[in-house]
């Protein structure tokens, strides 16, 4: 069976903290995504990775960072944390690729900015 | 450019009466087109995708979505609702990247 993992279901911090999401995935996928989740507005794209050390801007990259130092792993990190971070986060993962590659998606991190 | 509209925010039925989510979508290519489902404090899980093999594509749970280029529609449908059918729904167009719709939260009523 195929699994996204994510390193916490729920997290809460203070304004000025660094948060690091960890994601971990097991189906040896090239693509790995960062989303966050907010009523509705859907899923919007932080970052993606096509391959390790590799990254690029998604939609609202601003105040996040990645890091992929492994094919399994892809990390978010909030480097100060603000309190319009408060969000559902979810990472996926895929087949390299466009088309009809579907995405695999984590259970999703609940991160509250206090 | 693409994007994708999900017609209601909320759509509410009775078990046992049929389902239909509504999507519209826009593309300048041949957009791959995609329904997911949320549980809640769930991830995301794929219901179906149209990979341009047919225009009906029928998917997990009785689910099935029918591609109508004409009309730029991608509506998902099932002929009867189930308790365990309660969920929010996503509707995503894909021509380079995933665009995600809002959302639909479908409640279904015993």
């Known amino acids: 069976d195929v699994k996204v993992t994510q390193s916490s279901r729920y997290l809460v911090k203070r304004t000025g903290e660094k948060v690091f999401l960890e994601c971990v995935q097991d189906m040896d996928h090239e693509n790995m995504f960062w989303y966050r989740q907010d009523p509705g507005l859907g899923l919007r794209l932080i970052y993606f990775s096509y391959d390790v050390k590799m990254k690029e801007k998604g939609d609202i990259p601003e105040g996040y960072s990645v890091s992929r130092e492994k094919k399994e792993r892809f990390s978010l990190i909030l480097e100060s944390a603000s309190t319009n971070q408060t969000s559902m986060y979810l990472c996926?993962?895929?087949?390299f690729g466009t088309g009809y590659n579907e995405q695999f998606f984590g259970p999703g991190t609940r991160l509250t900015v206090l | 450019a693409q994007s994708v509209t999900q017609l209601d925010s909320h759509v509410s039925v009775s078990e046992g009466t049929p389902v239909l989510l509504r999507c519209n979508y826009s593309s300048s290519y041949s957009p791959s087109l995609f329904w997911y489902v949320q549980h809640p404090n769930k991830g995301l899980q794929l219901l179906l995708k149209?990979?341009?093999?047919?225009?009906l594509v029928k998917g997990i749970n009785g689910f099935e979505a029918e591609f109508k280029k004409s009309e730029t529609s991608f509506h998902l449908t099932k002929p009867s609702a189930h308790m365990s059918d309660a969920a929010e729904y996503f509707c995503?167009?894909?021509?380079?990247?995933?665009?995600f719709g809002a959302g639909t939260r479908l409640t279904v009523k015993p």
């Open positions: 149209y990979t341009s093999a047919a225009t």
């Open positions: 996926a993962s895929s087949f």
């Open positions: 995503v167009v894909r021509s380079g990247d995933m665009r």
